[in-house]
């Protein structure tokens, strides 16, 4: 009954056993710029409502993605990882020096949650976290130099996770890791000048 409202402005978000997850809060008003550095929880089964000074969780960064994934939350930025737990919002884990670009740069799948920083491109089971991007390690490295934007996207029909790079030439440049074989292939697609390119999943898995 003390709440003025138990309603959480956000920047990001995500869906995990059943709550509602999301950071880069801007209000209530009483949390101030704090907000931004929290991860709200909202009440089971119910997204819509938070009782916000109870059930967060304060990070040391700010960060610029979330995913939910295998029954836990996990928050990134460029360069740290933290694992919560959404039942009981304990901060479980931290990793130094593994990050996220992004949002558009971390897909989850049945296989695993697939993200890529500055550094290079990871793979996370649930339970071990495995550099599958270190055979392109030099490439990556030198393409993440001017900063471009990354999506990332599961296409099933080969089975295999695309990373997709755009916005530094008219050419969008395509890391392929195919599941099974564990190989890597590079693509390039040729794009109109000026063309905005994202990565979305069509009809059929396309």
């Known amino acids: 009954e003390t709440l003025e ?3 959480i402005w956000y920047g990001l978000s995500t869906m995990v056993g059943g709550y509602h997850m999301v950071t880069r809060g801007y ?3 009483e949390l101030g710029n704090e907000a931004a550095l929290m991860v709200f929880r909202s009440q089971l089964n119910k997204p819509d409502m938070f009782n916000w000074i109870v059930d967060f969780t304060r990070l040391p960064v700010l960060p610029n993605a979330i995913a939910g994934f295998q029954g836990r939350c996990y928050v990134f930025d460029a360069v740290n990882m933290f ?3 959404p039942a009981t919002m304990e901060l479980e884990d931290s990793i130094r020096g593994i990050g ?8 989850t799948t049945e296989f695993g949650m697939f993200f890529a920083d500055k550094n290079g491109i990871y793979m996370h089971t649930g339970r071990d976290l495995d550099p599958i991007g270190l055979a392109i390690a030099s490439k990556w490295k030198e393409l993440m130099v001017s900063n471009p934007a990354v999506s990332v996207q599961y296409l099933s029909s080969m089975q295999s996770i695309c990373f997709m790079i755009h916005g530094t030439s008219a050419k969008v440049k395509v890391f392929t890791y195919h599941l099974a074989k564990k190989r890597w292939d590079y693509w390039e697609s040729l794009m109109p000048a000026g063309t905005n390119v994202t990565a979305v999943t069509g009809v059929d898995g396309k």
Request: with cysteine; proline share 6%.
């Open 5 to 7: 409202t138990n309603t």
């Open 27 to 29: 209000g209530p008003g």
């Open 83 to 85: 694992r919560i737990n």
């Open 100 to 107: 996220c670009l992004g949002m558009s740069a971390i897909h």
